[in-house]
T-cell receptor, first 112, second 115 residues
């Protein structure tokens, strides 16, 4: 069964550093997403991406965040200058119309 | 904006018993999709079941079934013959296909299956 692949599974970074979280969505999916989940809390929407551009973003997705699909297969989330409160599980997902999301296994980001 | 409400932060059930998790949502859309996702301790998000709003028949996947009440905007999940491996967080989710397939989640219900 097709999978969404996320790397790395765990990233530790110092406050103020840039991080790039990587995702390989399912190849024939058209919609791509990033969500985050602070430990023990709800799954929060960050951004959706369709047709090579951001289609919607939440209030969380401020100027410190950016997404790219540089080569037609990878879908990356960049956090420019990490803060302690960015520590969370970050999930990438992809979907085709109406079929629900397939989630990656997540990247646990720890900012120290 | 669509909102999804799960009013039960935690629930427990005895192994082999049946449990129902509640979910309500708010939308002005007529066509949409609803989902239940399971998040075990591994924190992987696993799709449990999917319901299309234009279908009246309740979705069923083995021991998992839903009670979809469109007029009431209610979408509960019933787990029959609960197993220890069902212990997880369960998230109800709403997807709007008219808004880039964007999905919104409820706050989750932590289900514990007791032996």
């Amino acid at each position: 069964e097709p999978e969404v692949t996320q790397t790395p599974s765990h990233q530790v970074t110092q406050m103020g550093q840039e991080v790039i979280l990587r995702c390989v969505p399912i190849s024939n999916h058209l919609y791509f997403y990033w969500y985050r989940q602070i430990l023990g809390q709800k799954v929060e929407f960050l951004v959706s991406f369709y047709n090579n551009e951001i289609s919607e973003k939440s209030e969380i997705f401020d100027d410190q965040f950016s997404v790219e699909r540089p080569d037609g297969s990878n879908f990356t989330l960049k956090i420019r200058s990490t803060k302690l409160e960015d520590s969370a599980m970050y999930f990438c997902a992809s979907s085709s119309m109406g079929y629900g999301y397939t989630f990656g296994s997540g990247t646990r980001l720890t900012v120290v | 904006a669509q909102t999804v409400t799960q009013s039960q932060p935690e629930m427990s059930v005895q192994e082999a018993e049946t449990v129902t998790l509640s979910c309500t949502y708010d939308t002005s859309e007529n066509n949409y999709y609803l989902f239940w996702y399971k998040q075990p301790p591994s924190r992987q998000m696993i799709l449990v079941i999917r319901q299309e709003a234009y279908k009246q028949q309740n979705a069923t996947e083995n021991r998992f079934s839903v009670n979809f009440q469109k007029a009431a905007k209610s979408f509960s999940l019933k787990i029959s013959d609960s197993q220890l491996g069902d212990t997880a967080m369960y998230f109800c989710a709403f997807m709007n296909p008219h808004n880039n397939n964007d999905m919104r989640f409820g706050a989750g219900t932590r289900l514990t299956v007791k032996p």
